[in-house]
């Protein structure tokens, strides 16, 4: 602690760095008093990760009995060597605490910083060797985060110093000791008297006494004297004797503190009578009661005091009391509820009356939920019944007015009501197929439905849908789609079973999900549902879907996969199939981003040899028995076009177009010949003995280079076909010429 204050001490400014230090050395004070001064009193020492490993034994030796130990900073610190610290004290034998570097920033609240700290070390127990929390608030030692109170005004320093020490007492029970000195506290809270009630821990240095103290302070708890000696770290003394201090760490004089609280309970509820008995303290948990002649009033430190009485009492009698699942009162009998109806909140749970209903009992995870959805102002209403156990795997439930909650150790408690719960039941409630519920009804869905999730699966309804279940994978994959709010909507029917394969579907608004042993499950809809639909399902040459739609395709384009195929859909294409040969062929030119683009029809057959073809955006695939599927584009599917495709001279494509000839060139193979194109002399075929001449030359690279011209014959059937460098004629007597 007091970093800011030893930066001030030294250079005048808190975010101005002083000289390194060493600990317990007789280095004189500043302010004239030796680092070897003690006040009188029981001596203490608080330490951080600067003093590293801490020889506590020696510590102790010299007089220590009580130490304090940094846990955290902010949010993102944790002292490495608390443990050390912390434990290595009280195996000495000192009473020790944890306590936290404020840094109140409008970024990390209080409560944020004071449940950082209790899970970091900075809790407290009624052992007799833990002292109380204590928030180090002070000079801000580092520049980067503002000025000396962090850029905060009072207003806001005071309500973040509330922030945390109302966190710290309800993790801990104990409000924090406040480790400040008098001239911060005026500068940066506006000398708040806010906090009066929490133990002060004044740093002081240089002086005899502790001086004059903060705004709302009468006294302090601890004086923290010198930063120097003698003692490692800080060197503290406690303010009282020793039993002060036992007294203070275990938060005793339980009975003083109780006798009021009950006398105080008893007077607000007078329907209780008069006492009939002592105040009795050393019960369950530290607390206290007192018998009056129609109730109790039982204390304890974290519940209070509180009266019960009438029907609300004789039920809690039943459960046993403070030592029974509700626990102690946590507040007092209210009344006026709807209905006419009482509640009295426990620890555990809650006591309900009505006239119509008597007194029940609410607890654990079934109030909760309850709780959740508004109490008997919801549509449950009230309880009708005491929870009841012993359901399928430990499981419980509790009747309401409206419906029910039921709970299980693995689906913890949801409540069930209305068509859903109707619909569950009639599936055999948590016996059948889908097990307990896992939430409540959820309702706000698109056109005014609801759901509930069950273990098993869920149930949806709209305003124009009956409840549905859907369960396994066909629910998983609904919700892959987007559940209701998906491109198929509400489910409209429940699984169908029995298909091809062994297969199931289940309809929704606009779509289907299709499901097999062999494919798994899978979403069909809009324009690839209608074409799969036209080409017979699961029944016809695609089989089931093997997954769901793929979209963000070039150009906007989907996809989606079935046992025998795929579909392709793009906005200017449609949704057309391809499978089998062709299929592989396109696949291979790089689906709709390779040369051919996506398919603009489905397959056609019925053409020479049984051959079939498809159309894409920028070609063909032709496929036969006796040569396989090949693409054809461009000027190459022009240049055979124009010899009559495959039943002309050229027959069908045995490959497809190949690049990379003699000035830029490229070819494509056809049964009866060869298309070759360049950039200078476009694409021409060459067939038959011409293309076989041509070919002894050495092709392109030979004398004669590319075609220029398609052959063309006379009706003397001489042929000629004009070449880059010359040209070749065949006629039936001659054969071939060169010109």
Not at 148 to 157: E, G, V
């Amino acid at each position: 602690m007091g970093q800011g204050l030893d930066r001030l001490r030294a250079t005048g400014d808190a975010q101005v760095a002083a000289a390194v230090v060493q600990q317990e050395t007789a280095v004189p004070r500043s302010q004239g008093l030796a680092a070897t001064w003690r006040p009188a009193g029981i001596q203490g020492i608080d330490v951080s990760s600067h003093q590293a490993a801490v020889d506590w034994r020696t510590a102790r030796t010299q007089g220590a009995e009580f130490a304090y130990v940094k846990a955290t900073e902010g949010t993102g610190y944790v002292n490495p060597f608390y443990g050390q610290q912390y434990d290595g004290a009280a195996s000495v034998g000192m009473v020790r605490g944890a306590y936290h570097f404020a840094i109140p920033t409008t970024s990390s609240s209080g409560a944020q910083q004071a449940t950082y700290f209790v899970r970091n070390g900075g809790g407290w127990s009624a052992d007799g060797r833990t002292l109380p929390p204590l928030l180090d608030i002070e000079y801000n030692p580092y520049p980067s985060l503002g000025n000396t109170c962090y850029n905060l005004s009072a207003t806001q320093m005071v309500s973040w110093i509330r922030d945390f020490s109302s966190t710290v007492r309800a993790l801990t029970g104990r409000v924090p000791m406040i480790y400040t000195t008098t001239d911060w506290w005026a500068t940066c809270t506006g000398n708040s008297s806010a906090f009066a009630d929490h133990p002060l821990h004044i740093a002081a240095y240089g002086q005899t006494t502790a001086g004059r103290l903060p705004n709302g302070w009468s006294s302090y708890a601890v004086w923290q004297y010198s930063s120097t000696g003698p003692f490692v770290g800080d060197s503290n003394v406690w303010q009282g004797s020793a039993a002060d201090l036992a007294s203070f760490t275990t938060n005793s004089q339980v009975a003083s503190v109780a006798g009021p609280l009950v006398e105080g309970a008893a007077a607000r509820t007078p329907a209780v009578g008069d006492p009939v008995s002592g105040l009795v303290c050393g019960i369950s948990g530290g607390g206290c009661y007192q018998n009056y002649q129609y109730g109790q009033v039982h204390w304890t430190k974290a519940t209070g005091a509180h009266a019960t009485q009438g029907a609300v009492n004789t039920a809690w009698g039943r459960t046993g009391w403070e030592k029974g699942v509700l626990g102690y009162p946590v507040s007092d009998l209210t009344c006026g509820l709807k209905n006419s109806g009482c509640v009295q909140s426990f620890q555990g749970g809650n006591i309900y009356w009505t006239p119509a209903t008597g007194a029940t009992l609410t607890l654990g995870a079934i109030d909760g939920a309850w709780s959740a959805l508004g109490r008997e102002r919801s549509t449950l209403g009230y309880p009708t019944g005491n929870e009841n156990c012993g359901l399928t795997n430990g499981g419980c439930y509790q009747n309401f007015q409206g419906g029910q909650i039921h709970w299980s150790p693995t689906t913890g408690a949801s409540a069930t009501w209305g068509p859903i719960a109707l619909a569950w039941g009639q599936a055999g409630w948590e016996k059948g197929t889908l097990g307990y519920p896992t939430s409540n009804e959820t309702c706000g869905l698109t056109n005014g439905g609801c759901y509930q999730n069950f273990q098993g699966g869920q149930i949806h309804r709209s305003a124009t849908t009956s409840p549905y279940a859907t369960t396994g994978t066909i629910a998983s994959a609904w919700a892959g789609s987007g559940w209701e709010k998906g491109k198929i909507g509400y489910p409209t029917s429940n699984a169908i079973c029995g298909l091809v394969g062994n297969g199931c579907l289940q309809t929704f608004q606009k779509g289907n999900i299709y499901t097999s042993p062999a494919t798994g499950t899978a979403v069909t809809s809009g324009a690839i549902d209608t074409t799969w639909s036209a080409l017979g399902r699961e029944r016809g040459k695609l089989g089931y879907p093997t997954a769901n739609e793929t979209c963000g395709l070039t150009n906007g384009g989907c996809y989606q996969n079935f046992q025998g195929g795929q579909i392709h859909w793009s906005p200017t294409t449609g949704a057309q199939p391809t499978y089998g040969t062709i299929a592989s062929a396109w696949a291979g030119s790089g689906w709709e981003n390779g040369t051919l683009g996506y398919p603009t029809s489905g397959e056609n057959c019925g053409l020479t040899n049984s051959g079939c073809y498809q159309n894409f955006q920028k070609g063909q695939i032709h496929w036969s028995p006796t040569t396989g599927a090949y693409a054809t584009r461009g000027v190459f599917n022009t240049a055979w076009g124009n010899t009559a495709w495959e039943a002309g001279t050229l027959g069908y494509p045995t490959s497809n177009q190949s690049c990379g000839l003699a000035n830029s060139g490229c070819y494509q193979n056809f049964q009866g010949g060869q298309i070759h194109w360049s950039p200078t002399t476009g694409a021409h075929p060459t067939t038959g003995a011409i293309g076989a001449a041509w070919r002894a030359t050495g092709w392109e690279n030979g004398t004669l280079g590319y075609p220029t011209t398609d052959e063309t014959c006379t009706t003397t059937k001489t042929c000629t076909q004009k070449f880059q460098k010359g040209q070749l004629s065949w006629s039936p007597t001659r054969g071939i010429t060169r010109l």
